[in-house]
């Protein structure tokens, strides 16, 4: 199971068409949010404090907007590298990983019944 | 590394085109260390080119290169030297080519992974029909670089037939396997010793243990290469067994592993496509 044809869906969206036949949509902001990479894992672990002040590098990136992908290369036979709009390229995303962030309704279905 | 020879800068956002001249790429693994990997990697190298292809090998082992002695080849001027070095007809790169032998390489994983990256994108390869890849043991930072770096047609596995060997195979295998590097078979190196007084064969370190664990593991076994002291001897002279003996029993097994070596790697570049990129 490997990607055959990567396409932009709009703004926003991110079309894969897999060797199986099957065809995932994602958007962007989901696949950024589940970036790979030890730094973002470390972030995401980390417990939410409400006091936290921003740094005047998260306030200029919040006034840019969310991050656009640029652009999605290979990585040896087995994953992805998104270059994002905001410098950050080091989340390589395994097949594994896509297949389990597709968000088209099949899948999502899936997802709803193994919870 | 800065005195390496520089080529196109990284472009952020397009993927480089990495060995856009080698047809095939084939890592030499070992799960473990002093199973003779470097030795199979040589003598295969030399193996192909003798069967008329043009050949590389490149030493990705950044703390313990042997392929220099293996060639008998020293440290050159850096400032002065094209890189990839040539020798019985192969291109060469190594660490060892850099590094003084006496001098440790004590670095942290992101500078093996520099240069290791830089063996394979800045050096000018140029058009190989085959280029050998001799791994450091282990599943560590080199492994990982070359695994996301190299366009890898496949990988080889070498092993001895004792079980502290093969278990050590499986881990390399499933490395592989996890990053969709196919996996060619495992070479059971150092399988047996024929007596020249004699001619009686002797399993030293048992036997099967490597084809079982190909069967076992669901992969091709790609043969057995005896044990054999003239092979650590010209290893040490600096000039590999199927240069220096291409009709000695182990010349020969070495030759008879190059032809099903590249007759694999072109049976699996036919389903090997490339991967779609967006940009």
Redesign the interface.
Known sequence: M???????QGEDQ?VIEWSDGHVSVYHWRTLRAACPCATCREEREKPVDPLRVLSAQEVAALAAGPPR????????????QI?WSD?H?TG?YT?ETLRNLCECDACRRLREQAR | MSHMPRGTPGL????RVVLPGVRHTVAVASGKGGVGKSTVAANLALALAALHHRVGLLDADIYGPSIPIMFGLDTVDVATTRFPLEKFGIKLMSMGFIVQPDQAVIWRGPMVHKAVSQFLTEIPWGELDYLVIDLPPGTGDAQLTV??????TGAVIVTTPQDVSLIDARKGLRMFQ????PVLGIIENMSYFVCDQCGKRHDIFRHGGGERCAQELGVPFLGSLPLDPLVSIQGDQGIPIVQSHPDSPSGQAYRLLAQTVAHSLDEISKN?S??????
């Open positions: 490997r990607p055959v044809k990567l396409r932009r991110l992908a640029l652009s999605m290369t290979p990585v040896g036979h087995y994953a992805y270059h410098g390229a390589i097949f | 952020r956002g397009q993927q695994t996301q770096t190299a366009p890898l996890q990053v969709h590097v090997l490339q991967l779609p990129a967006l940009e």
